[in-house]
């Protein structure tokens, strides 16, 4: 999870607090003390740190609740309300519209690969972007930008050894483009000579937004680097880097506070997809442990295939084939890491690991499944010992794994059967499935 760490060190804290029968100074201390702690081991700066304490304290023992809310509510809501304060206080908006934007930030940041992730969000919104490699100083930076482009299908264009000047013959040849997005050489903001070069870009470029890339293992740096940056060219959104990869975010998360600009996305993972707008409302919200349901649905909506539409039908019906079960995982599969989909369902805590267990084995039924024919997809039943030494030799698995999958999948199916019928139609699956579209 991205700062799963501190997101389990903030919901072990206020499930303390929601435990007791009551809420009173003594409860309001230990969890400050417990707030205080995961924040500073995730870098979050310490002077924002107590500052979000003494608002915590002061709210949750002064601040009479809302009506019809008890004290131990008008805490977790607190603590929620500052929170997102403390992270963004709005979502990052991004417009859709023609426009020229500018990259800036440290080097080895990621300054790069988030201009390839940043155009890839606007060919799926519909809109028509280019890339610009105006990073001369890297060696292979420019080529990286082409190739990254080609892989995305958005055509880029990285020529010549000064950035000002490579700048203005794209913004000529991409006239005809929705979003223009310029990649700049990764420099450290208090360098003088880099920081002139970066102003000159600016010049040249005129950019409708300037996107701060910041990676989330930064540390304490975060603060000086983005206010320097800022103070430079005017920062107007930041963009924060390798959420994945660390328990020490915090420090660029809250790096908005300092350069009062908003987080627009977050990247968290290697792939040009795996890229989120960044909304500090629904991520505090993952992060105590209360889910994201809106961005679930959102992330489902995107992976929507008429074959999906197809499997969800037969399920309906009370019919249930292995490629049904097949495209179920496919479609898991583009909604990112088991871990983080599952962070989204509300309440939803599992054991350490059976996620990383689940996705293995998804993988390898899924080896074996692309070892069968359509028909045997369609119709397991012809599945017998012959055919599961071929399915076991053609995905390299075990034939005690190709039988497992066949077990999970007539236990699947019973499960379908009985839930079946009427009582699809009724209760929390059928509102559900009525966002997917899907007649029940």
């Known amino acids: 999870m991205v700062l799963e760490k501190l997101g389990s060190a903030l919901s072990d ?10 809420v009173d100074k003594a409860a309001v201390d230990e969890f400050i003390r417990d707030l205080q702690r995961a924040l500073l081991q995730a870098d979050v700066d310490v002077k924002l740190v107590f500052e979000l304490s003494n608002r915590i304290r002061e709210r ?17 809501k607190t603590v929620y309300d500052e929170l997102v304060s403390l992270l963004g206080k709005e979502a990052g908006n991004v417009e859709l519209k023609k426009q020229k934007i500018l990259l800036v930030g440290l ?13 890839r969000f606007f060919v799926r919104k519909g809109l028509k972007p280019a890339l610009v490699g105006c990073d001369t100083f890297r060696p292979a930076a420019q080529e990286q930008i082409i190739q990254l482009g080609d892989q995305i299908g958005v055509p880029s264009y990285a020529q010549g050894k000064d950035p000002s000047r490579t700048a203005s013959e794209a913004i000529e040849k991409f006239s005809d483009r929705d979003v223009v997005i310029f990649d700049s050489a990764g420099r450290n903001a208090l360098d003088a000579g ?11 470029i005129k950019p409708d937004e300037v996107f701060l890339v910041i990676p989330a293992d930064i540390g304490q740096a975060a603060g000086k680097q983005s206010e320097e940056f800022s103070r430079l060219v005017g920062i107007t959104g930041v963009i924060v880097t390798k959420m994945d990869g660390t328990a020490k975010g915090g420090a660029a998360l809250s ?11 977050i990247g968290v993972g290697e792939k040009v997809d795996e890229f989120e707008q960044y909304d500090p409302k629904r991520f505090v919200a993952r992060l105590i442990g209360y889910g994201d349901l809106q961005g679930l649905l959102e992330k489902a909506e995107e992976i929507k295939t008429p074959e999906l539409a197809k499997s969800a039908d037969s399920i309906m019906s009370g019919k249930y084939s292995l490629q049904d079960f097949y495209e179920q995982i496919e479609s898991i599969k583009k909604m990112g890491p088991l871990k983080q989909v599952m962070q989204m369902i509300p309440g939803l805590k ?59 999948y007539d236990r699947t199916k019973k499960m379908m059967r009985m839930m079946g019928g009427k009582n699809l139609k009724r209760g929390g699956f059928a509102q559900l499935a009525k966002q997917f579209g899907i007649k029940v």
């Open 13 to 22: 804290a206020l499930r303390k607090v929601t435990g007791r029968g009551f």
């Open 60 to 76: 949750s023992l002064n601040e009479r609740p809302a009506a019809g809310m008890t004290a131990k509510e008008h805490m977790v």
């Open 107 to 119: 080097y080895g940041s990621g300054k790069t690969t988030s201009a390839a992730k940043l155009a």
């Open 194 to 204: 880099l920081a002139g070069e970066l102003k000159n870009l600016k010049d040249a």
């Open 255 to 265: 790096s908005c506070s300092i350069v009062n600009a908003p987080i627009k996305f």
């Open 350 to 408: 599992l054991p350490e690991g059976v996620l990383d267990v689940q996705e293995r084995q998804m993988a390898k039924w899924k080896n074996a499944m692309d070892s069968m024919t359509t028909k045997e997809k369609l119709n397991p039943e012809l599945i017998e010992a012959s055919r599961i030494k071929r399915i076991s030799k053609g995905s390299g698995l075990k034939e005690d794994e190709v039988k497992e999958l066949i077990k999970h």
